[in-house]
């Protein structure tokens, strides 16, 4: 039995990102297989992921997204992601119910990950963010979000907050609820083709 277990993912992890995520059964197994092809070792390191995140954004620079998105997802720290960390990454950045999907945006704009999102982080992200956009799509952008610092100036005016002072994740979460526009600043979603 011994090679055979290795290579098979675990029951326990299946039936999780089942329930996690709304991939099936047959893509998680598949892609365990080209994660195991692919990370012999289970793990992924900042640029391995890096080099599977930016094929997503073949026109443009998704390297520092990329690293923010990595950071968000390395839940214990260890440098590395698992494979559970990543197809619940892949999933979360791609679709994922609102409120998770805005529990994961939180850890993302909490750079420092201490709890809290300052504006500077907001600016971090943002900055981050115009860097897969486009730059066709850049020059249609709104006259008030047209760069990375008035895209962070008008993201932080929905959460009446002075410059200088802290949001919690639920403030974060409920202002964006509460603001579609706020819930179209914290991401990019390429035009449908």
């Not at 195991?36 to 930016?54: A, M, V």
């Not at 420092?112 to 963010?129: L, T």
Request: proline residues 4%.
């Amino acid at each position: 039995m011994g090679n055979a277990t290795s290579s098979a993912i675990s029951k326990e992890i299946l039936e999780d990102l089942k329930l996690t995520t709304k991939f099936t059964e047959m893509e998680i197994c598949q892609w365990y297989e080209n994660f195991q092809k692919q990370c012999p070792t289970g793990r992924i390191s900042p640029e391995e992921f890096e080099e599977i995140y930016t094929r997503f954004f073949p026109e443009t620079d998704a390297k520092c997204y990329a690293r923010h998105v990595f950071r968000s997802f390395d839940t214990n720290d260890d440098g590395t992601l698992d494979f559970k960390e990543y197809i619940i990454a892949l999933h979360m950045t791609s679709s994922g119910k609102t409120t998770r999907k805005l529990e994961w945006a939180f850890s993302l704009f909490d750079v420092d990950k201490n709890g809290y999102i300052n504006k500077s982080e907001v600016k971090e992200i943002c900055q981050a963010i115009f860097k897969l956009i486009p730059e066709d799509e850049q020059k249609k952008l709104p006259e008030d979000e047209n760069t990375p610092e008035k895209r962070a100036n008008k993201l932080w005016a929905y959460f009446d907050k002075k410059d200088n002072e802290r949001l919690a994740e639920g403030e974060f979460i409920k202002g964006v609820i509460e603001n579609e526009n706020a819930m179209r600043l914290i991401q990019y979603e390429p035009p449908k083709q």
